[in-house]
């Protein structure tokens, strides 16, 4: 009830608020029609004037024919007496005209109803104007004579021939001056119905005049009222322009249709990376940047909004696009990642959802912070990690990579900066920084440095970009830099975590439980074939290479390091496959360096019982990777097609990784064997082995 009545009190008052808004316009409306009615009743009244005014005019002539009427009667009945017609006919009439001239007379004068021309009575009212009754006085004073000699008559087989002379001589002498009073009392009333009528349309023009007046009045306002709107409006839409042509976000509405409104923000196209036309379809749209599983769960979500049993607090933790990934095409025809919230509010309408308000958020600055922020807890994780293997590195073996990486990185540097700029030199230069990019990532993998390596392989991927890419330019080389950059900052800091922890330690004695190189390369190729999905077990004995000089020992644990990445990803089968074809779920790997007692030198023995070299799995990669086609290989013998697996940029691998596919560990195999001045046999057997055998003198 306390309801009911605050609502009528509130319609009340709105409805006072808008009776003051508008009171000019409304109040002249009311005038408008005030003026209307009143010349309405003024024009009803005067037509029944002019109406009655036109009995009278026409009761008024028939006087005077009623006049000329009954000395004609007369004349007839004398004629019938002289000629001794027994009825007079004549005088029924004369007595009918008598009857009426009298009766019409006094209803003149004094008002009464009378026999109109159509035999219907007629109300006559009492002459209206002094003029009129002064006509009507000398009408009577002529007629009352006239009548008491027409008495006789007027009575059935009462009168005489001297009667009939008598009244026959009264009337001649009285209707001539009768009939011009009759003339002038119609003449009288013609005026006053003239008048009657010039009053109507004065009434009728004022009333026309004053309504005009008061149209025009109401037009004006009306438009002043208009333009006053108009101008709210315009500020409101210029205002509102002006809010969504400048909020960074999107905002827009669509119906249970998913129909867009007409009214959205600027910003809308940039985030979407496409114009929006009202009316278009928001599902397209969402179809097109979106996952179509995400898609799917939207609509469910939009479709509880829509309802009316399901409310929008309770909901609201089920959005799907909070901080969603989506891909925005560019006008260029390029695309861009990123992520947005979509926020969804329901716009009622009669307490029924009519539309959702949305907004589009671009998050992806906050996406990507957060994610930096996870990168530098991760990093300095990672430099607690490096801290912890820098602990088990000697200080030697430590200084001497850190010496060489430093080297190989000053190298890259230097030729950088005298390339020349034609194309063959500078892929020749691209290849060549990619040999010793994954030399530095092989070095750091056996020592277990993973931020290196982890450096060293985004530097490989920016160098696989500039490989394959169809023409390269010097401009396309100032991208390296960077990761070139990166990697002096990083042996910079762990040189000065060494030289810290050098100020701890004594140097001159080796770190207890230091692991050897063997154990390198075992815990090596454990995480690879970890990666990789493998199990695989290796026995090695390097003993030799400790007799060898330092820059042969760098030379051969380069190659052992590409080598054995070379036979984990490459030769050795995962377990379900080495089960099926009745071998050891684990792979084995031999590693040896051995005196070769006949030559004076060194063999290094690198043996996989993987799937081997198959040469026409070879062919069919050379020819799908474009570098030949089928007639060029057609006259290779195995071992020439074999061979091809040296070739810079060449893998077998589809899906590049940091272990292989970019095509590079081989070709820097192949390298070092000519810096060793080094030759080399491969042995291999379908489905058996493979072994790397290198022999070299020092």
């Not at 095409?329 to 992520?339: A, E, H, L, Q, T």
Request: hydrophobic share 45%; glycine share 6%.
């Amino acid at each position: 009830m306390i309801k009911s009545l605050v609502t009528k009190i509130l319609r009340t008052s709105q409805l006072g608020s808008y009776f003051g808004k508008y009171r000019e316009i409304v109040g002249a409306v009311a005038l408008f029609l005030l003026l209307d009615l009143a010349v309405l009743i003024l024009n009803f009244y005067i037509s029944f004037q002019i109406s009655s005014d036109t009995e009278s005019i026409s009761l008024a002539g028939r006087q005077q024919v009623l006049t000329q009427q009954m000395e004609e009667e007369l004349l007839v009945a004398l004629d019938e007496m002289t000629q001794g017609v027994r009825k007079h006919p004549s005088l029924i009439g004369l007595r009918k005209t008598v009857t009426l001239f009298d009766d019409t007379l006094t209803a003149f004068d004094k008002g009464g109803v009378v026999p109109g021309g159509d035999g219907l009575p007629v109300l006559l009212k009492a002459a209206p104007t002094l003029e009129n009754r002064a006509l009507l006085v000398e009408a009577k004073t002529l007629w009352l004579p006239l009548k008491d000699a027409l008495d006789p008559l007027m009575l059935d087989n009462s009168y005489s021939m001297a009667a009939l002379d008598n009244a026959l001589r009264s009337v001649r002498e009285s209707s001539a001056q009768l009939l011009l009073l009759m003339n002038r009392l119609t003449t009288q009333m013609t005026n006053t119905a003239l008048a009657e009528a010039n009053r109507l349309r004065l009434v009728q023009a004022m009333g026309i005049l004053l309504a005009l007046l008061n149209f025009i009045f109401i037009l004006f306002k009306f438009i002043a009222r208009l333009r006053v709107t108009d101008h709210k409006v315009e500020i409101a839409q210029k205002e509102t322009t002006d809010i969504l042509g400048t909020v960074k976000e999107g905002l827009f509405l669509f119906d249970a249709d998913f129909r867009f409104g007409t009214q959205y923000s600027a910003s809308l196209a940039g985030i979407f990376g496409v114009e929006i036309t009202p009316g278009s379809d928001f599902r397209e749209l969402l179809r097109q940047i979106i996952h179509p599983d995400v898609f799917a769960l939207t609509m469910d979500y939009i479709t509880l909004l829509f309802g009316d049993r399901v409310k929008e607090s309770l909901v609201i933790e089920l959005n799907p696009l909070t901080a969603i990934e989506v891909t925005v095409s560019r006008p260029d025809g390029s695309s861009v990642r990123s992520f947005l919230t979509f926020q969804f509010n329901r716009v009622l309408r009669a307490r029924k959802v009519s539309h959702l308000l949305v907004t589009v958020s671009d998050v992806t600055d906050q996406v990507v912070l957060e994610r930096e922020l996870a990168a530098e807890r991760k990093k300095s994780k990672g430099e607690i990690s490096v801290l912890l293997d820098l602990l088990k590195i000697d200080a030697p073996t430590l200084n001497q990579f850190l010496d060489a990486t430093e080297k190989t990185l000053l190298e890259i540097n230097d030729q950088l900066r005298s390339v020349q700029g034609n194309e063959h030199d500078l892929r020749f230069l691209i290849a060549r920084v990619f040999r010793q990019i994954h030399t530095v990532k092989g070095d750091a993998a056996v020592l277990g440095l993973r931020p290196f390596e982890d450096l060293a392989h985004r530097f490989e991927i920016l160098l696989v970009r500039l490989r394959e890419k169809g023409t390269v330019t010097g401009s396309d080389l100032i991208a390296m830099p960077l990761p070139l950059d990166e990697l002096f900052d990083r042996v910079a800091v762990v040189r000065d975590l060494s030289n810290r922890l050098a100020d701890y330690h004594d140097t001159s004695v080796p770190k207890a439980g230091r692991a050897s190189l063997t154990d390198d390369l075992k815990q090596l190729a454990q995480r690879i074939a970890a990666d990789h999905g493998k199990e695989v077990q290796v026995a090695a004995d390097l003993k030799p290479l400790e007799s060898l000089p330092a820059a042969s020992q760098l030379e051969i644990k380069t190659v052992i390091v590409q080598l054995l990445r070379n036979a984990i990803v490459h030769g050795i089968e995962s377990a379900a496959e080495r089960v099926v074809q009745e071998k050891s779920p684990v792979g084995s790997i031999y590693i040896a360096l051995k005196l070769d007692k006949e030559g004076g030198g060194y063999e290094l023995h690198l043996r996989d019982d993987g799937r081997g070299l198959i040469p026409y799995r070879i062919k069919e990669a050379l020819i799908e990777s474009g570098r030949y086609t089928a007639a060029q290989l057609e006259d290779f013998e195995d071992k020439q097609i074999i061979m091809r697996i040296f070739d810079p940029g060449f893998s077998t691998v589809q899906q590049a990784d940091r272990d292989a596919g970019h095509g590079v560990g081989m070709d820097i195999v192949k390298q070092k064997i000519l810096q060793l001045g080094a030759r080399l046999r491969i042995q291999t057997r379908e489905n058996c082995y493979t072994q790397f055998i290198v022999r070299f003198a020092v």
